[in-house]
């Protein structure tokens, strides 16, 4: 174990992007895995996975008021790629006692960057006595309040371009028929966290989930295509030696975005050339193929008629086994 003056400085921005009510830089911080936590003040406080804090965040500074830390002490150390932070600091909001509050922070390395994996944030009150506001904590209030948000511009390409990636259980309602319910929705809840787990980590949102599939949307084509092939590999293990065989296709250009969803053609030829796809494929179209440029190997292109779009459409294989 040795000092680590490095995330002290972390830290200090990790205070001064909170000052700032930046929800964007603080989500910047935080590892996108689905075993981030946080935990705050309230009894309900307690946020486990990225996708649930990045909501929290955007939440809560949306009904905070103004905000000041005057850092008293920050104490840091690491080994090897872990690190952990403790600090104190005076919170001072205009018209209210100021309260101390305490901070522990648990860090990894990513590549050059130091993100949280655990963020425990206290004050010895109530939030209503210490903000003269009451802050949304439940997870319940806090999902349905963004769900209707605009899509985040995370998803979008500086181009305001977006990948779109559809994915389903290739045979669900058989399998289901075989397997029974209990077992089916077992493997619907690994099947889930998989797709998810890898989208958060190549750097995707989730847009909705289908039943048995999602609709996923990504700022970079290679991403999209990178996490497909994470996800068909995750997949391609099995559940308890039932053999789920997911159905993937992407496409990318540009998608109107309303309520936090996409509309448009680029989402309709993703969809379609998903269902194109047979059980543990990846099928991009050819947009995709001349974006990727040679980054991922694919087989011969195939052209189909895919329904209600005029024209034969090229497609080709992401060969990821």
């Known amino acids: 174990m040795e000092p680590a003056p490095e995330l002290v400085l972390f830290m200090e921005r990790l205070y ?11 989500n910047d911080a935080v590892a996108r895995d689905s075993g981030s936590l946080v935990i705050g003040t309230a009894p309900d406080e307690w946020h486990v996975g990225y996708e649930a804090i990045s909501a929290l965040f955007r939440v809560q500074f949306r ?9 008293e002490e920050i104490v840091a150390w690491k080994e090897g790629t872990v690190g952990w932070v403790a600090s104190r600091a005076l919170m001072v909001i205009e018209g209210m006692p100021s309260v101390l509050t305490r901070a522990t922070v648990v860090l990894h390395e990513e590549g050059t960057y130091w ?3 655990q963020w425990h944030f206290s004050m010895p009150v109530a939030n209503e006595e210490a903000l003269g506001v009451g802050l949304t904590a439940a997870v319940e209030e806090i999902l349905t309040m963004v769900q209707d948000e605009r899509v985040p511009l995370t998803a979008l390409g500086t181009d305001g371009s977006v990948t779109i990636m559809f ?35 190549f750097g995707g949102i989730v847009v909705k989930g289908q039943g048995d599939g999602f609709m996923l949307a990504f700022p970079a084509t290679g991403s999209a295509a990178a996490c497909s092939v994470a996800i068909q590999r995750a997949l391609s293990i099995g559940w308890a030696g039932v ?7 992407i496409h990318n250009g540009n998608a109107k975005v309303e309520a936090g969803d996409f509309f448009g053609r680029t989402v309709v030829v993703a969809a379609r050339i998903a269902s194109a796809a047979t059980g543990g494929e990846i099928l991009v179209s050819q947009s995709v193929q001349e974006d990727l440029d040679g980054a991922y190997p694919l087989g011969a292109a195939r052209s189909l008629s895919l329904k209600g779009l005029v024209g034969h459409h090229s497609v080709f294989p992401v060969l990821w086994s």
């Open 16 to 26: 001064r992007s909170h000052a700032a009510l930046d929800a964007e830089a603080v």
């Open 63 to 71: 009904e905070m008021p103004p905000v000041h830390f005057d850092i």
């Open 115 to 117: 993100r949280i994996v």
């Open 167 to 201: 994915t389903d259980i290739e045979g669900s309602t058989a399998l289901m028929e075989t397997l029974g319910e209990e077992s089916w929705l077992e493997i619907l809840e690994w099947h889930d966290g998989v797709v998810r787990r890898q989208t958060s980590l």
């Open 243 to 249: 053999l789920v065989a997911v159905r993937v296709g």
